[in-house]
């Protein structure tokens, strides 16, 4: 492992890399994580790569941007990044959730430099879907809006009371889906989830992730990909369990729900050239933590 701090025009950011020679692989993270949520998985995709994994501004000991936090600007960002850091032409990005938005649209930027995208659990350009195609019960249950929870926690680390949201978190995800994290690990998770400056930065990340006018375009038909897209997406069964047990939701709402969001992450696969679908057998949606064995043989 070889961590480093970048200065780039907007911000520092924080990264690690891990195998030897150019990188070949860049994890782009999801909402509010934090490093030490990937390492493990970064090591053994090291065997077969050189593997980038790196802190958005804001998140951990990179720096605040300078920037709205706009998936343009987050793409930008990343590509300035690697002008600075040894690198192959073409890239792998593995991206999670959120990060699967801001993988995209450095592809659709920069679609010179992509080899592949794998992307787990994406955040859709299509999200708004779930406003509009459910009910306002149905909505509150499907615990698509995250906004409230990040306001939260965000009122709480202002008036420190970080230490309270790390006794909350603590067995929220990532933990309620892996629970051997390292000491040292957890450690640094919690320490960025006590931190007032990891829900600013999610808050603004969160809404100009669903900004139509920021969206517009990054789903256009008529400019497919090249590059070959593996979807990866979680298990209905499973997801549809714990809309019921966190939602409330009953079996029949859940159902619709989970339809839905199966459906928005679809729309990538009619913007690529060659594209395919996989189904995270073991998984919701903390596919990288449960489901890492399948990650490997994909990448």
Not at 16 to 24: F, N
Not at 131 to 143: D, M, P, V, Y
Not at 167 to 193: G, H, T, V
Not at 267 to 294: G, P, Q, W
Request: glycine share 6%.
């Amino acid at each position: 492992m070889k961590p480093c701090i970048i200065q780039i025009s907007s911000a520092q950011l924080a990264c690690e890399i891990y195998g030897e020679g150019k990188v070949t692989l860049v994890i782009e993270m999801g909402l509010g994580a934090v490093m030490a949520e990937w390492r493990r998985l970064a090591k053994r995709l090291s065997e077969r790569h050189t593997v980038l994994l790196y802190q958005r501004a804001g998140y951990g000991d990179s720096s605040v941007s300078a920037l709205v936090r706009t998936p343009g600007n987050i793409a930008s960002e990343l590509y300035q990044l690697l002008q600075q850091l040894p690198h192959e032409e073409k890239l792998t990005l593995l991206a999670h959730s959120q990060g699967g938005l801001y993988a995209w649209t450095f592809a659709k930027t920069y679609p010179d430099m992509v080899r592949r995208l794998i992307l787990l659990d994406p955040l859709s350009p299509e999200d708004y879907r779930f406003r509009a195609e459910l009910t306002k019960e149905e909505f509150q249950k499907s615990g698509v809006d995250k906004s409230k929870g990040l306001e939260l926690n965000l009122k709480l680390t202002r008036l420190h009371l970080g230490w309270l949201v790390k006794r909350m978190m603590a067995s929220a995800p990532p933990f309620y889906y892996d629970n051997s994290f390292s000491q040292a690990e957890r450690k640094e998770i919690l320490a960025s989830l006590g931190k007032a400056q990891t829900y600013e930065t999610a808050l603004s990340e969160y809404t100009c992730g669903h900004d139509l006018k920021e969206l517009a375009g990054l789903l256009e038909k008529r400019e497919s990909l090249t590059a070959p897209l593996t979807l990866v997406t979680h298990d209905s069964q499973i997801a549809c369990q714990e809309i019921r047990q966190f939602g409330r939701a009953s079996e029949e709402q859940a159902e619709k729900i989970e339809t839905l969001w199966q459906e928005i992450m679809g729309a990538y696969l009619f913007c690529c050239v060659n594209s395919e679908r996989v189904h995270a057998e073991h998984s919701s949606h903390y596919i990288h933590l449960t489901d890492s064995d399948l990650i490997c043989r994909l990448v």
